[in-house]
């Protein structure tokens, strides 16, 4: 609750200061949804640019009774409900799993949390999907342990699962591999006709409903040449490791696995716990597809993993540790005390936890300066894909692609995690009336739009907009108006002004607007 209100949530900080931006994509589709227009981002077009199918489905009740402005701290709301479920979850079973000490160690080690608190207040699914991580993860460890088993249960979080995202897939599937390898059939069974069921039927109706398999997220994500892709993850993971804590965490998880299949240890069958599989799957596919342009944020699950590998009197871990001639209980509280430093340490060095009861997120300022009468029904070329879309109501095609299925099918030359797939001459020809990108103090916008493209094809600079933390005593927004000398902006781009919108302004004769020579107008 403290980081919904105070804190923010990607190092670009004035644009993820009320929820993240991705967030409100998922907004506008439950909106829409909400409204009878269908699972669309724009009223119309049939387009999968969300990978929480579940989330929004979850979302689109508060939207049809809710304002705009109440559905993040609805969604925050339903976020703190499947944290908590997520802890509760974890502490049975670490309860199960551990004497009441160690127990009630691990237990706080998952509050005392940073990360998981910035993205439980973030607005997007991702505490659903750890709680559903974990929920998967109990049930097959009560299934290897000999205990009861709940086969109808495995079976209905995996439905949930895949529904959940759209890589929702991936812990099911690597649960049904462990329990046919430790003999345990009938849970097994059960786990993979409902994912088997569940992964056709969703394949199915995205065929009949939005024409592809997959969502349009993942052409416009899981591209580029693989080798950058497995190159920006690795060095993107060792980032985490110390700016997010994680690294006490990824050596459990590793030690864990090299000590299991180290000379000597007795075979069994499977050898591997299921917390170390899962860990070693989960890393390897976040590596795969690149890592995310959200730094830690389908990592979570990595937490409660090594939370409990490095606590576990009787595991892996803890005979590596025999050497230093510890006992079980020295080492267990020195390595939870060591984890807690390290879990705490994005509190001292991260600038998403700078706290500020004054925030200011320029998306929201745009998505309402667009949200004019004299902006209605215009359409709306945009590189942020969910704020300004979800507060300014206006069409949108979207310039990176999540919304687009043209150009999120295009090839990609290069990998940057949901940023390297664009088509200038595309936006173009569709003919937008507006334009929203950052802009340089040579006036040529980001994604292969220039100065001299976008002036060509008859657009001008309406307004600049604060991008930095907050513009203090300055106004947020600053409408430039005609005759507005090229000093000026220059001036203002270098102040921090660096996001800009542009109209399209053709005159009698198709020629573009003269330059522009007046003074700037501020707007809050």
């Not at 969703?202 to 052409?219: H, I």
């Not at 000379?263 to 890592?291: C, D, K, N, Q, S």
């Not at 998505?367 to 029904?377: E, I, K, M, T, V």
């Not at 109501?393 to 990998?415: K, Q």
């Amino acid at each position: 609750m403290l980081h919904a209100r105070a804190g923010y949530f990607q190092d670009d900080l004035s644009g993820h200061a009320r929820g993240s931006d991705d967030a409100y994509i998922s907004y506008r589709y439950a909106h829409n949804l909400a409204r009878g227009e269908g699972l669309v981002f724009n009223p119309g077009e049939r387009v999968e640019g969300y990978s929480n199918l579940l989330y929004v489905l979850l979302l689109a009740p508060f939207c049809r009774v809710a304002s705009p402005d109440a559905v993040y701290p609805v969604s925050v709301a339903l976020n703190l409900s499947f944290a908590a479920g997520a802890w509760v979850l974890f502490s049975r079973l670490a309860a199960r799993r551990l004497d009441p000490p160690r127990a009630r160690a691990a237990s706080l080690l998952l509050g005392l949390c940073p990360v998981l608190w910035l993205w439980t207040a973030s607005g997007m699914e991702t505490p659903l999907f750890l709680l559903l991580q974990i929920a998967v993860w109990a049930l097959v460890d009560a299934e290897g342990r000999g205990e009861p088993g709940r086969p109808a249960v495995l079976g209905a979080v995996v439905v949930l699962s895949v529904l959940a995202r759209a890589d929702g897939f991936v812990v099911p599937a690597v649960a049904v591999l462990y329990l046919f390898a430790g003999g345990r059939k009938r849970a097994a069974l059960v786990a993979s006709v409902s994912l088997g069921v569940t992964l056709a039927a969703l394949v199915g109706w995205r065929l009949a409903y939005y024409g592809y398999p997959l969502p349009n997220t993942y052409y416009a994500k899981v591209s580029g040449p693989l080798g950058e892709r497995l190159l920006h993850a690795v060095r993107q993971l060792l980032g985490i490791a110390l700016h997010a804590g994680l690294l006490p965490h990824l050596i459990a998880l590793l030690l864990a696995a090299a000590v299991t299949v180290r000379p000597g240890v007795a075979v069994r069958t499977p050898r591997m716990r299921f917390e170390v599989v899962f860990g070693l799957a989960w890393l390897g596919y976040w590596i795969y597809v690149g890592g995310d342009v959200f730094a830690e944020r389908m990592l979570l699950i990595v937490f409660p993993l090594g939370i409990l590998l490095l606590l576990d009197a009787h595991a892996e871990v803890n005979s590596a540790l025999a050497p230093l001639s510890l006992t079980p209980e020295r080492t267990a509280i020195a390595v939870a005390g060591m984890t807690a430093l390290f879990q705490l340490l994005p509190l001292a060095i991260d600038t998403r936890f700078g706290y500020a009861l004054d925030r200011y997120d320029r998306w929201v300022t745009v998505g309402r300066y667009l949200a004019h009468d004299r902006y209605a029904g215009r359409l709306l070329a945009v590189d942020a894909a969910g704020k300004i879309p979800f507060y300014s109501g206006l069409p949108v095609v979207d310039m990176l692609g999540l919304n687009d299925v043209h150009i999120a099918h295009r090839p990609a030359r290069f990998f940057e995690a949901g940023h390297n797939k664009y088509d200038p001459e595309y936006v173009l020809s569709r003919r937008p009336e507006l334009i929203a990108d950052w802009i340089d103090p040579r006036l040529d916008l980001r994604f292969g739009l220039p100065r001299e493209a976008y002036e060509a094809a008859g657009y001008r600079l309406d307004a600049l907009v604060f991008t930095r933390k907050h513009p203090g005593e300055g106004p947020a927004l600053i409408e430039v108006v005609p005759g507005t000398g090229p000093g000026e902006v220059d001036l203002l781009i270098r102040r921090g002004y660096r996001y800009a919108v542009l109209s399209r302004r053709i005159e009698q004769g198709g020629a573009a607007p003269r330059p522009l020579e007046a003074p700037l107008a501020p707007r809050e």
